[in-house]
């Protein structure tokens, strides 16, 4: 689902986004949900995911090679 910036979301970038490889990712804590956003395009609007629905996409990014 893709919604509008929520009011006091604070954004932070992703542990494993490195300075100009291109790729970051912003997370933000909306107590019971996650956003996720482009960092490079934050205007673009965010995805966001219940935290089960978070934990299991972590759970399948970090199984891949």
Same mark, same amino acid.
């Given at each position: 689902?893709?919604? $509008? @910036? $929520? +009011? !006091? &979301?604070?954004?932070?970038? +992703?542990?494993?986004?490195? =300075? #100009? @490889? =291109? @790729?970051?990712? @912003?997370? &933000? #804590? /909306?107590? #019971? %949900?996650? &956003?996720?956003? #482009?960092?490079?395009? !934050?205007?673009?609007?965010?995805?966001?995911?219940?935290? %089960?629905?978070?934990?299991? /996409? /972590?759970?399948? /990014?970090?199984? %891949? !090679?």
């Amino acid at each position: 689902m893709n919604t $509008p @910036e $929520p +009011s !006091p &979301a604070h954004w932070r970038k +992703s542990s494993h986004s490195g =300075g #100009d @490889e =291109g @790729e970051c990712v @912003e997370i &933000a #804590d /909306l107590h #019971d %949900q996650i &956003a996720i956003r #482009d960092s490079k395009a !934050p205007h673009t609007g965010h995805l966001t995911l219940t935290r %089960q629905n978070f934990a299991t /996409l /972590l759970t399948h /990014l970090t199984s %891949q !090679p």
